[in-house]
């Protein structure tokens, strides 16, 4: 696989609000929903680490929640619901929680006992 050469510094900052101007600064995807929302990402819609090009054809400005559903399509993760690692089936999302484990499930271990008082409890 080739590796594409991307613009960084003032010249990446010219051509990524370039291509913002191209739509308004809107998302494309909200727009085709008849919403209007401000795109703060300009995506590529085939991804430079599956063989795309970084050429305005093959970019679509995209708002935040959008531009995560789609990566996370392209390359095969969960996309979190809004809360910190929840899927949108309210699952967790990582691997190392007990409900992601196989085999049987732990009981939570009892809270500590206080020590009695001197002379019972009253």
Known sequence: MRKVKRLRGRAGQAQRLRRLKRTNGLCEMCLGLGRVTEATRVDHIKPLDHGGSDE??????????????VTAEQFGHQVAAGMRGVARNGRPIGLDHAWNRSGPIRAARAPPRLPT??????
């Open 56 to 69: 305005d054809s093959n970019t679509r400005n995209l708002c935040q929640p959008h531009h995560l559903e």
């Open 117 to 122: 008082p001197p002379g019972g409890r009253k």
